[in-house]
C-alpha cells in the first residue's frame, strides 16, 4: 500500500512539470476580413499572438484602429485592427506585423477604384432622335 501511495505521490508531483514540456505553443495568424477591395473601404484586421505584438505595416492599408487586445480580456492572444483601403496603384500588397519578434505576413489585393454609380459608359453620337417634325 506505501508503494502504490509514493507511486502516485511522485505521479502528482511530476504531472505539472511534464504537462509544462508538452505544452504546443499557439498558432500566429493574420486575418483579414476581405482579400481585395477597393480605396476607401474598411477592412477588419484580426492576429493572433501569443507575445508581444507590433504594429501593421502595408501601403495596401491605411490603419485608422492599431491592434489591441480585447478591453475585457477574452481571448487573450488575439488583437483586433480596422483600416480602409489606401488610394495605391492596383496590384497585391503583403500586410505585415512581428510576433515576439517574428514577422508574421499575409497579402491584400487593391483593386481600381470603382466606377461612379450613373455615370454613363458610353457617350451618345450625333443629335437626339425626336421626330422627323412633320408632325409641326
Request: charged share 15%; proline share 10%; glycine share 12%.
Amino acid at each position: 500500500m506505501k508503494i502504490l501511495s509514493l507511486t502516485a505521490a511522485c505521479l502528482l508531483v511530476l504531472t505539472p512539470a511534464a504537462a509544462a514540456q508538452t505544452t504546443t505553443p499557439l498558432p500566429t495568424w493574420l486575418k483579414l476580413s476581405a482579400s481585395s477591395g477597393h480605396p476607401g473601404e474598411k477592412v477588419s484586421l484580426t492576429v493572433a499572438c501569443d507575445g508581444e505584438a507590433g504594429p501593421v505595416t502595408t501601403r495596401a492599408l491605411r490603419i485608422t484602429e492599431p491592434l489591441a487586445r480585447n478591453a475585457e480580456g477574452h481571448q487573450p492572444w488575439a488583437l483586433f485592427g480596422e483600416g480602409v483601403v489606401a488610394a495605391v496603384s492596383p496590384g497585391t500588397y503583403p500586410v505585415s506585423f512581428r510576433c515576439a519578434g517574428k514577422p508574421v505576413t499575409g497579402h491584400f489585393t487593391v483593386l481600381g477604384a470603382k466606377p461612379r454609380p450613373g455615370q454613363v459608359k458610353v457617350l451618345p453620337h450625333g443629335a437626339p432622335r425626336t421626330g422627323d417634325g412633320s408632325a409641326a
